[in-house]
């Protein structure tokens, strides 16, 4: 029997939700519930998490040409699908110019490279609810890194070995073809049992990804599951491939496979070992080389915090990278890039003129009811931000190109008294002195505060009196200087907070009330260099808009 007629069998191609090839089986998923086929090929019909799974031999002839065909068809009605979900909500928790979802569920950024004359970012999207399913990725694209153009949903969860999410990947562009390495994630059977594989999809001239299918299946030795988030650069002859990895013994490491051409991949080993216990899993590596020393940036879960407000393991940094003569990699000195709330899966892209510019999700796994989610959206991206690495210290700053959205600038004299600044999106710089503290998103009884704290000599960031549902309302960074340099982001229902030129940078979520507009210092004057910003042409980064 062919594909086509079990197919036929499931209720046509409209009706069928996923497919799964493990083994020597294949399952359908379908959407409306058909009668039990009468068919040798078919074994039993199983319930996975309230959906009707088909499960059949999988027939002897089925080609990998042929699989991968039936793909473009499920891809295209997937997208089909996906196109009612391209015009944003009205929301009054809506960024004015940081990138979110227009409906549904962002996360990690992914593939953000600058290919063929523009910069291609690409994100994780759900579009159907405010939940962590069945990832898409979303393709927008810049000139300057501040208006972006939504050019489509890239790729869906459509194959058979990406059937439960198209996971976070980068992407490579040699010429005028971008190659985009992404974790294919698979659940089989009524336990869901995790499979994974390293997939290729391939854009040529007219710009459309082109599933190539997995070319890393399998797992190395003494690896779960739990191996993802593939990260290709090349040094030398050879392409790397770093993946984030938890081995058997739950230690999170980076893996690393090596190829000559981008398809054939050889496994090397997993390294990080120097850093010893260091949480469970490490997720969304990238590395790269700035002011002459290699960095590699990750993600581990699963290391607690001295501090008694911090409870959540979900971590970010990155640590000097030392590679040897053959293919080896030690990892030292590892830092938190950002000391805040919301900052989690960073990437980096090279621009034209050398600088290297991160852009992470302002957001963490396991936190989605926020007020945003009531409307049927959640998370944002963060800023675009250059680092640099100067006499030791790794710097973050928001991009120059973001001065185009300044709209009006004003010094002022920031007081106890009030300051209604009217809107949410600004650039503040100022200075504080230890004892003083900043107030934030002030009115109808929220506030954000912003303390220099004079007995600990540390930063605080209090977001108690927002909106904000997450469990954790206190951060706090120790400070070594006598004056605290701020710099400050703030749009709608996000602050970003760049200290002491970059040295470290706190990220937060804000929810208050559309009121909430004005700033205050207490503890003395402070003279402020204020600039409200305006939305870019595109301000959702949607279609509808564009
Ligand atoms: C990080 C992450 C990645 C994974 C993706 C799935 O936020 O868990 O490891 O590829 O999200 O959306």
Redesign the pocket.
């Given at each position: 029997m062919s594909i086509q007629q079990i197919f036929s069998l499931c209720g046509g191609v409209q009706n069928i939700a996923r497919v799964l090839l493990p083994d020597d089986k294949l399952i359908i998923e379908v959407k409306h519930d058909v009668e039990e086929p009468n068919a040798p090929e078919f074994i039993k019909t199983i319930e996975v998490q309230g959906e009707t799974q088909l499960v059949f031999r999988r027939p002897a002839d089925l080609t990998f040409d042929e699989a991968l065909a039936l793909d473009q068809t499920l891809a295209a009605l997937q997208k089909h699908r996906a196109k009612a979900y391209q015009t944003p909500i009205e929301s009054e928790w809506r960024p004015s110019w940081h990138i979110s979802p227009p409906i549904g569920l962002l996360?990690?950024p992914n593939g953000f490279i600058y290919h063929n004359g523009q910069y291609h970012l690409f994100y994780?999207w759900y579009p159907y609810g405010c939940e962590?399913k069945d990832?898409h990725w979303v393709l927008l694209t810049s000139d300057d890194l501040v208006n972006w153009t939504w050019q489509r949903v890239a790729l869906t969860p459509s194959a058979w070995f990406d059937s439960h999410?198209v996971?976070?990947g980068h992407s490579v562009s040699q010429g005028d073809t971008l190659y985009t390495f992404y974790?294919g994630n698979t659940r089989i059977g009524p336990q869901r049992d995790r499979h994974t594989t390293q997939c290729v999809a391939i854009a040529k001239g007219d710009g459309e990804l082109v599933k190539q299918g997995p070319i890393i299946e399998g797992l190395p030795p003494g690896v779960t599951e739990h191996i993802?988030?593939p990260k290709v650069f090349k040094r030398g002859e050879l392409w790397w491939m770093v993946l984030?990895a938890q081995t058997t013994e739950l230690q999170g490491r980076l893996a690393v496979y090596t190829s000559r051409d981008l398809k054939h991949w050889d496994y090397q080993g997993l390294f990080g070992q120097e850093l010893g216990d260091f949480g469970y899993m490490w997720?969304?590596p990238d590395m790269f080389e700035l002011g002459g020393q290699d960095f590699a940036m990750f993600?581990p879960q699963g290391i607690e915090f001295e501090s008694p407000y911090h409870t959540i393991g979900h971590h970010n940094g990155l640590a000097k990278a030392q590679f040897g003569d053959e293919i080896t990699l030690e990892l030292s000195d590892f830092q938190a890039l950002d000391y805040g709330f919301d900052f989690?899966?960073p990437q980096t892209m090279q621009a034209p003129d050398g600088r290297r510019i991160l852009c992470a999700?302002m957001g963490l796994?396991d936190e989605v009811d926020q007020p945003s989610s009531d409307e049927g959206w959640a998370h944002q991206l963060t800023c675009f931000r250059q680092l640099d690495y100067r006499d030791g210290v790794v710097r973050q700053y928001p991009i120059r190109e973001l001065e185009s959205l300044i709209e009006t600038q004003q010094s002022v004299v920031l007081t106890e008294a009030l300051h209604d600044v009217g809107v949410q999106s600004f650039d503040l710089s100022l200075t504080l002195e230890w004892g003083q503290s900043l107030n934030l998103f002030e009115g109808d009884g929220h506030q954000l505060v912003i303390k220099a704290n004079a007995e600990t000599h540390q930063l605080i960031l209090d977001r108690s009196e927002t909106l904000n549902r997450a469990a954790d309302v206190i951060r706090e960074v120790d400070i070594d200087t006598d004056l605290i340099e701020l710099r400050i982001l703030a749009d709608t229902s996000s602050v970003e907070i760049f200290i002491n030129q970059g040295q470290y940078v706190m990220t937060s979520r804000v929810f208050t009330s559309k009121q909430s507009t004005c700033m205050s210092v207490l503890g003395g004057d402070v003279n402020a260099c204020l600039k409200t910003l305006k939305a870019p042409k595109a301000p959702f980064a949607n279609e509808a808009t564009a």
């Open positions: 996360n990690d994780q962590h990832k999410g996971f976070s974790t993802r988030d984030g997720e969304c993600c989690y899966a999700w796994p």
